[in-house]
């Protein structure tokens, strides 16, 4: 189920691709496939991609759970409903941050042959970073 499309138009995609790759998980069995010492660029893209989605449910992971923590009525020390409304909205900005700034690695690589990898490498990196912030969050939420 590759993708003969740039990874730039696929990220534009990239809700319903989650989707069903959750549903399908067709990209991860693809990359199965590929043996370990093959560094065709079809094989890196589909690791990195299957990398990618295992890094995105992750993230979506902590999100529910600190999504869960935020719905909660206001109290006398914190405004629950304001929160989460605009964490919400702030975590909407960061995915299109995010996605922005990959794209920017793609064009800066637009000539390479590792392109694909490149842009994968920034959204797994950024995607790693966020869990890890969303987490702190977790923590620190009473």
Known sequence: MKSHLPMHVNIRFRPLLIAAGLLFSPVIALAEDCPKDDLSPMCEDMRAQAVFEQTDHQLNVSYQ?????????????????ALKTRFVEAQRQWVRFRDKECNAWYLINQAGAQRNTDQMACLIQRTKDRTAQLNEWIIALP
């Open 65 to 81: 759970q600190l999504i869960k923590k935020m719905s909660q009525p206001k109290d006398e020390y914190l405004d629950y409903p």
